[in-house]
């Protein structure tokens, strides 16, 4: 029996980079992948889609440049050449990330393992051909969609009418229309790639907001920006039926029916721990979520859980942050997972950039607020780059403490900027210290400053 030090079971980002960091700290690691390094966000989530987006992105300026002063010709989007390109990013950071295991000296086995027990020689795994042990386990075995036992939708994904985040990210011809059941992360980059690239896309949303918990008055504004721009929004509306080439939904009490060329599901997703062995050592989990304190253990010690298989903040940078937190544990290093300035983003056309609370999430715990709002409208560069765009940026200001608690925005390069919102969340810096800093100019960061002055 091979004997290591640590075993993770999963190679996504909560795995792999875990894996680095162990075996830089001197453990002897083993990871298992049962597909390829990099897990659903280099394969078939965070990093295709951008590439996607980015293609889409470049669409919509040649649609609009006129409004810019430049006339462009002839353009149009070669989807298989689009896939081309984004299979071309995924292969570069997928190998990337085995370089970096071999560099760091990690063992990979790519197959399916299994936690069989706990023996005198560790906790006991196996790949059904040979067995392994170790002192710890971290399971980073990450999320599968949620398929809700509509009737028809099992069916149409067997079919391959219906689509998860896997199939759409390798779609090689436009869909004359998409209908996008769930209006959240997934469902809105999608819709927004697929409505710019030309397919009639059609969302149908349970609750009446788009965005899950993303700030009202953000949410609503994305709403306003994607119907703008064609697509079109069913909410409040549940889904009852999917047939072969239709959609069918329930609105206000009556049925009705939307033709579908393909259809996406991405109403959700849910910690993976089918048939990993974690019952065989008495792995506590809730709602199916693997259970973990501020240093991502388990119940069981020397049993670690990190990334969406906890079921906390289901986003790759949350699973990076909670696998070092993890390993610093092991390592007998202090360190404990914070969850209040992790950021989240909307990858559309406005992007919508969130960091901590709302008013609403802020008035539930009882702390008194000021919110502030301005338009993006107030940087030099947001109005010399975007015609008619109508981002802002609001802060969420306790008030008891002149402390910034939140940060919420839409408008371009909010992505880029929203790291910059939680540093100043996270150190706790007061408002007249914020005020203080010097943001280079033109930016569109420079709206997070007026934003600071018109809190006076
Ligand atoms: P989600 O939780 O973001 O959104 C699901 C939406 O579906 C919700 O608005 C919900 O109300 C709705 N819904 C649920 N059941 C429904 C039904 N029967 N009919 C109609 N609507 C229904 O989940 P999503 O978009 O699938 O994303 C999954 C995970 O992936 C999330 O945890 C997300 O954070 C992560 N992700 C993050 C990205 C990013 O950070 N940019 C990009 C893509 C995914």
């Known amino acids: 029996m091979d004997e290591y030090d640590l075993i993770i079971l999963g190679g996504g980002p909560a795995g792999y980079f875990a894996a680095e960091r162990a075996a830089h700290g001197g453990l002897k690691t083993l990871l298992f992948e049962k597909r390829a390094l990099g897990g659903v966000c280099l394969n078939e989530g965070c990093i295709p889609s951008k590439a996607l987006l980015n293609s889409a992105k470049i669409l919509d300026y040649a649609k609009h440049a006129s409004s810019y002063g430049v006339n462009v010709e002839g353009y149009s989007i070669d989807q298989s050449a689009v896939i081309a390109r984004k299979n071309k990013v995924v292969k570069a950071l997928v190998s990337g990330v085995g370089m970096q295991m071999k560099k760091e000296k990690v063992t990979v086995i790519n197959k399916t393992a299994v936690i069989t027990g706990k023996t005198a020689d560790g906790f006991s795994v196996t790949d059904g051909e040979n067995t392994y042990a170790a002192d710890k386990l971290l399971i980073a075995t990450g999320s599968v969609p949620v398929i809700p036992p509509i009737p028809g939708l099992r069916e149409g994904v067997e079919s391959g009418f219906c689509l998860t985040n896997r199939e759409i990210l390798d779609l090689t011809e436009i869909p004359e229309s998409l209908v996008v059941i769930g209006g959240g992360v997934i469902g809105l980059e999608m819709a927004s790639y697929f409505n710019s690239v030309g397919s009639k896309v059609t969302v149908i949303e349970m609750l009446d907001k788009i965005a899950g918990p993303t700030e009202s008055e953000i949410s609503t504004l994305l709403l306003k920006n994607y119907k703008k721009s064609g697509v079109d929004f069913k909410l409040s509306c549940k889904v009852t039926a999917v047939g072969t080439d239709s959609v069918t939904y329930e609105e206000n009490g009556e ?10 599901v991405a109403i959700g997703r849910k910690p993976f721990t089918d048939g990993i062995g974690i019952d065989k050592i008495g792995v506590y989990t809730e709602r199916g979520a693997i259970v973990t304190d501020e240093h991502l253990r388990t119940n069981v010690p020397g049993v670690y859980a990190a990334g969406d298989v906890n079921g906390k903040v289901m986003l790759a940078h949350t699973a990076y942050r909670e696998s070092e937190v993890a390993v610093n544990h092991m390592l007998g290093k202090r360190d404990v997972m914070r969850y209040n300035a992790i950021p989240s983003v909307i990858y559309t056309n406005p992007e919508v950039a969130s960091v901590g609370e709302t008013a609403e999430s802020a008035a539930a715990k009882g702390i008194e607020t000021k919110t502030v709002s301005v338009s993006m409208r107030m940087s ?16 969420i200001i306790d008030i008891k403490n002149n402390k910034l608690i939140g940060v919420h925005l839409i408008g371009s390069y909010t992505s880029e900027m929203i790291y910059g919102a939680a540093l100043m969340i996270e150190t706790e810096l007061d408002i007249e210290a914020l005020k203080e800093l010097v943001f280079p100019h033109p930016t569109v960061s420079e709206v997070i400053r007026e934003a600071l002055f018109a809190a006076d």
Not at 255 to 264: D, F, I, N
Not at 380 to 395: F, H, V
């Open 255 to 264: 049925s009705r029916t939307v033709p579908a060329s393909k259809v996406l």
């Open 380 to 395: 030099g560069r947001y109005l010399a780059e975007t015609d008619g765009g109508n981002g802002i940026a609001k802060l």
